[in-house]
């Protein structure tokens, strides 16, 4: 890739993301206030990429953009249709996503089906965007929070001139190597945004994507030039709505107030169970007030084209809240049969009943036709959308002569290109060092990064003075303090971890972290595991690793942890024993933008033991310290966290009787495995079965590492309440255990 020197900003961008992907109106009585207005791959994945790389058409080239580009064009966004003409492309969205579900036999079209005017007012008349350059910074963001919907997106993304969804992939909906999956992907199809389809996830998404909006507006914009100014929108449905994520993000949203975020609530009434009386009656209207939303409410979402219209006006107009306009829609708007019934939710309508919507709609055309003036009227937005974006590129070129240092910063968070030399600030520690929590080095590695990469921000579920998070030099991330660093979730584990991987994709130069106790992990799960899917770099703190924590109890005490973690493809597990793994977990997490990382961490001190190292981190598991030769030692004593200061005291009374005895670190088992088999081979000779692990968790997958014929010490039950020491004599978690097991190996 050139260097994003000899490129624009956006032409720079635009290169690193490809190749990380692989190649009738109403009156306005219709229209209710309900509340009074106020205002891209540094290290591969587990198997190179959740989905495996195959030959895909061709995406555009920075070459391809330059010549697409013209700054003598004219911005025309927001220039709205005739009625007819709107209707008519209203009806395409809505035939396009039938015929796709149709011929797939699989899908859902009855939210596309209803939600297809205010799908198409938002792409074809209020947000700003490039299709042939789907990554372009300043973009109005857009999340399908109701992600089973998709066919919305897709047929959305085609009309508008994105190279990544043509006919042929909407005809592919759904099937093996398809650009247009089951549930949208951002991994997979440019245009998408985010992963969804774990129902509130998206929403909660999309507020970690407007937190980014505010708070980098609030550091780099200037009075003179306003570089960084663009909304987000985000369709959610009943179902996220029920999901308790949506409320924990939303309430941080209206906390927060997130003005650029516009959610619109498809009201139609519909779940897989039927009617959402059976189980959700509340208002929607009220909770949201009470969140601190401006509410707007649009009666008609089916024909109701100027509402729809004057309420996103209205909602901009609030500047200091987010705003929810609830749309209520008829799902399956247009079927005869089937509309306003769960039967359209979730499965193809049918021949029979397509050729019935046809009729009732008065649509003649073949599946997946685009009449020819509907294809006009959209083919606009190539154009606009290379003017909007020339025209900021111009406006970006002025900032960066005259703020020429905060531009290096901000071209560092748009491009994801680290600093020169970030890596050496990263503190360094020897054996003599005070012992120390890793939680404390966590924190010290935190601030001694937050000097030098511009796009690290996060915080904890309540927990900061314990996880050790604060970054000292920094306020909090607050209404009136966005520039801010430290985020303040409260105790919300579930929407924390969503809004971080809305940060983390919303540019690939910010690094958001977030830190609860380990076991609390339990509340996020699901989080963690679309960030892995969608290659979402963050950066989990999770301390209180182990019974080492104590006397709280089992009901703290990770147990099963680290060996589902472990299990979960595209995540790296790091357990790091003292200050210096410490540090090299953190290199690597830093370096590995497209997954994320969990690093557990002690809440009990630890000593700084000899022979740990950086470089032995970045290999997972690695030589600590050996007394046989020819690689064939006696024994192999195997640590990771807390537990390598026992297996290294075990090795030395071992050695004590004439073994020879290796220690080895195993901090990530995803980065060994990730190393050469002459590596492997090295540290872990195949030839020497007599291996012993030690690690406070489940011995679960230990049987990989040690053999058949080794031995696994650890927990397979839960905790107990009492101190730390007495705890793990209990358990058997001690020098000695490891002596008797190594001895009856060798």
Known sequence: MASSSSLTLSQALLARAISNHGSATQSSDQRVSLSTRSFPTFSGLKSSSPRASTSRRRLPTPSDHKLRVRAAAVETVGTAAGTSLVEKSVNTIRFLAIDAVEKANSGHPGLPMGCAPMGHILYDEVMRYNPKNPFWFNRDRFVLSAGHGCMLQYALLHLAGYDSVQEDDLKNFRQWESRTPGHPENFETPGVEVTTGPLGQGAANAVGLALAEKHLAARFNKPDNEIIDHYTYVILGDGCQMEGIANEACSLAGHWGLGKLIAFYDDNHISIDGDTDIAFTESVDARFEGLGWHVIWVKNGNTGYDDIRAAIKEAKAVKDKPTLIKVTTTIGYGSPNKSNSYSVHGSALGAKEVDATRKNLGWPYEPFHVPEDVKAHWSRHVPQGAALEAKWNAKFAEYEKKYKEEAAELKSIITGELPAGWGKALPTYTPESPADATRNLSQQNLNALVKVLP????????????????????????????????????????????????????????????????????????????????????????????????????????????????????????????????????????????????????????????????????????????????????????????????????????????????????????????????????????????????????????????????????????????????????????????????????
């Not at 089992?554 to 680290?562: A, D, V």
């Not at 696994?712 to 978690?733: N, V």
Request: net charge neutral; charged share 20%; proline share 5%.
């Open 455 to 746: 796009g690290l921000l996060g915080g904890s579920a309540d927990l900061a003075s314990s996880n050790m998070t604060l970054l000292k030099t920094y306020g909090n991330f607050q209404k009136v303090t966005p520039e801010e660093r430290n985020v303040r979730f409260g105790v919300r584990e579930h929407g924390m971890g969503a809004i971080c991987n809305g940060i983390a994709l919303h540019s690939p130069g910010l690094i958001p972290y977030c830190a609860t106790f380990f076991v609390f992990t339990d509340y996020m799960r699901a989080a963690i595991r679309i960030a892995a899917l969608s290659q979402a770099g963050v950066i989990y703190v999770m301390t209180h690793d182990s019974i080492g924590l104590g006397e709280d109890g089992p009901t703290h005490q990770p147990i099963e942890h680290l060996a589902s973690f472990r299990a979960m493809p595209n995540v790296l597990m790091l357990r790091p024993a003292d200050g210096t793994e410490t540090a090299g977990a953190y290199k690597v997490a830093v370096l590995n933008r497209k997954r994320p990382s969990i690093l557990a961490l002690s809440r009990q001190k630890l000593p700084q033991l000899p022979g740990t190292s950086v470089e032995g981190v970045e290999k997972g598991g690695y030589i600590v310290s050996d007394n046989s030769s020819g690689n064939k030692p006696d024994v192999i004593l195997i640590g990771t966290g807390s537990e390598l200061e026992i297996a290294a005291k075990a090795a030395d009374e071992l050695r004590k009787e004439g073994k020879a005895v290796r220690v080895v670190s195993f901090v990530s088992w995803e980065l060994f495995d990730e190393q050469s088999d002459a590596y492997k081979e090295s540290v872990l000779p195949s030839a020497v079965s007599a291996r012993v692990s030690i690690e406070a968790g489940s011995t679960f997958g230990w049987e990989k590492i040690v053999g058949a014929k080794g031995k696994a010490i650890g927990i397979d039950r839960f905790g107990a309440s009492a101190p730390a020491g007495r705890i793990y004599k209990e358990f058997g978690l001690t020098p000695e255990a490891v002596v008797a097991a190594a001895k009856e190996l060798c």
